[in-house]
């Protein structure tokens, strides 16, 4: 997040309108709009579906109030050694993307995978290592960036490497083609005159170009030009940073779409339309205009009565709207309803946000939790966290360099223990929760369960002491975090708590400015799209 986008610019409007398509974005949206104590409509539509919702602090749902449909997720072997569907392949040109120019992720490695459970031994070390040595006969891994980076991210070698040389390397592994079809090997100077593969959508044949299958030259075109164009944007970028992959950007887009249809060409799997290819990585319902516009005039109806009538007034008559796809049974396509008010169990808006974490305090560190409990699964950017432990023991801060020496200990090590409480902070996002831990002596260094509830974790009994703490399990919650799905519609608010913050964090902890309150341009709006 770009810090003029932070709370002050959010206090300058009397309203904001949300029309976002992703659930990160809208999180953070709805609390920055919490945090600042401005009313939101949340908006949105999948396909001939629509729903607008103004959201009050303290008076309606939040957005984060309600679990939301976790997003399917795929085998990193499928992804990396066998995929058998289109999505397979487009998962896996979309981490290729972050590998190459974006934000890479060890998870989301593009290279065969020779820790495959199918493989049961079937690959020799000496197999696994034939090319993967220097002179002296060193090991070198390197990453699939570095490697790219000292070829001069040539196209040609770039495609050779992903749709030749790691597809004849998969091949090796003769365990996994035992019962399925082998991969085929391309070339870059030697490409089958034909197009990927054979597929059941007739619009492929007709109509705009993005409709239409490409053959596997211009995949490789398209290759070659989305290259050089995304190289010579990450040239311009400054030390350390990276590109965002962005279904509306035709050089991202011609570049998964490429990759993806190469990669399925190679195992045998129907090519796919850059349209759909777009509907698929950006886990979207493609829009339709006539919804959309509905749903825009909507939004500004519900904006007419709030900067019309007074606060207590709009409250009362603003309504929640859902558009649909049939007449109800009064013969209606667009229903109003009544807004519901806020759960007292949600994390984000409830004055006091808990949620309980069962992880092995044992095998996970500082920066595992960091990325993946604190960033990925509650969403937070620039998360401070602090051990309740009588002494306000920092084991990360948001300031950069502070707390680096923590992020590969492990959590016990720290005094993490089952029962300890952790206070998180984003600055940020005005954001607070407290994470109670439960130790899970079964889990591993990554795997975690998160509720707002104690009574959905189901802990090791045998190695949780529950004599001593027992008074600190406490139902805080009822809904998980497992949420990645991109394609929901939702409301949003928090509570008023001006006092979450217990404990001055000193020199590490960072202070909202004193002026930030006074900041409010009246009958002002913002639309984010």
């Not at 959201?55 to 050694?81: D, H, L, M, S, W």
């Not at 392949?89 to 459970?117: M, R, Y």
């Not at 992903?162 to 004849?168: K, M, N």
């Not at 996002?429 to 795997?447: L, M, P």
């Amino acid at each position: 997040m770009k810090p003029e986008y932070g709370l002050d610019f959010f206090k300058r409007f009397d309203i904001v309108m949300n029309a976002l398509d992703n659930r990160s974005a809208r999180s953070h949206v709805n609390r920055m709009c919490l945090a600042a104590k401005v009313p939101l409509i949340e908006s949105g539509s999948a396909g001939y579906l629509g729903q607008v919702t103004p959201i009050f602090k303290g008076v309606t749902e939040c957005y984060e109030c309600q679990p939301q449909p976790a997003e399917k997720t795929y085998p990193g072997c499928t992804i990396r050694n066998t995929p058998s569907e289109p999505i397979h392949c487009i998962v896996w040109a979309k981490h290729l993307f972050n590998q190459l120019f974006g934000e890479a992720d060890p998870d989301e490695d593009v290279s065969p995978d020779s820790t495959d459970p199918e493989l049961r031994g079937e690959v020799s070390l000496d197999q696994m290592l034939k090319q993967s040595t220097d002179a002296t006969g060193n090991v070198c891994r390197i990453s699939t960036r570095l490697w790219a980076t000292q070829c001069g991210y040539d196209p040609q070698k770039l495609f050779n490497k992903l749709f030749g040389d790691d597809i004849r390397y998969l091949l090796q592994m003769e365990k996994l083609w035992s019962r399925r079809k082998p991969p085929t090997p391309l070339q870059w100077d030697n490409l089958p005159d034909t197009t990927a593969c054979s597929s059941s959508d007739d619009s492929a044949d007709s109509g705009m170009l993005d409709h239409r299958r490409w053959s596997l030259d211009q995949c490789r075109r398209a290759f070659s030009d989305s290259v050089g164009r995304l190289k010579a944007r990450a040239v311009e970028l400054s030390e350390g940073d990276h590109l965002v992959w962005d279904k509306d950007n035709d050089e991202c887009m011609d570049f998964v779409t490429a990759c993806a249809n190469l990669r399925a060409h190679c195992f045998g799997i129907p090519q796919t339309s850059r349209f759909n290819v777009k509907a698929m990585a950006g886990n979207i319902i493609p829009a339709i205009a006539t919804t959309n516009a509905i749903i825009a005039g909507i939004i500004v109806l519900q904006a007419f009565k709030l900067l019309q009538g007074n606060s207590e007034e709009c409250r009362t008559s603003c309504k929640q709207v859902f558009l649909n796809k049939q007449p109800s049974s009064t013969k209606k396509l667009i229903i109003p309803a009544q807004l519901v008010g806020p759960n007292p169990k949600c994390y984000t808006c409830s004055s006091k946000a808990e949620l309980y974490v069962a992880l092995n305090t044992k095998q996970m560190t500082v920066g595992t939790f960091e990325d993946k409990v604190l960033k990925e699964q509650i969403r937070m950017a620039a998360p401070d966290v602090e051990l309740d432990d009588g002494k306000g023991t920092i084991l990360i801060s948001s300031e950069e360099g502070e707390t680096d020496s923590n992020r590969a200990m492990h959590l016990a090590s720290l005094g993490v223990t089952h029962g300890s409480r952790l206070r998180c902070d984003d600055f940020l996002q005005n954001f607070q929760v407290t994470v109670n831990i439960i130790h899970d002596e079964n889990a591993d260094g990554t795997g975690i369960e998160i509720a707002g509830d104690v009574s959905q974790l189901k802990p090791d009994n045998d190695v949780v002491d529950s004599n001593n703490h027992k008074d600190e399990v406490e139902s805080k919650g009822q809904h998980g975090f497992d949420d990645t799905s991109d394609d929901d519609l939702c409301i949003v608010e928090e509570d008023d708590d001006d006092d979450a913050m217990e404990i001055d964090r000193k020199s590490l902890k960072r202070k909202v400015s004193d002026d930030t309150e006074n900041v409010n341009v009246k009958r002002s709006c913002v639309v984010i799209d």
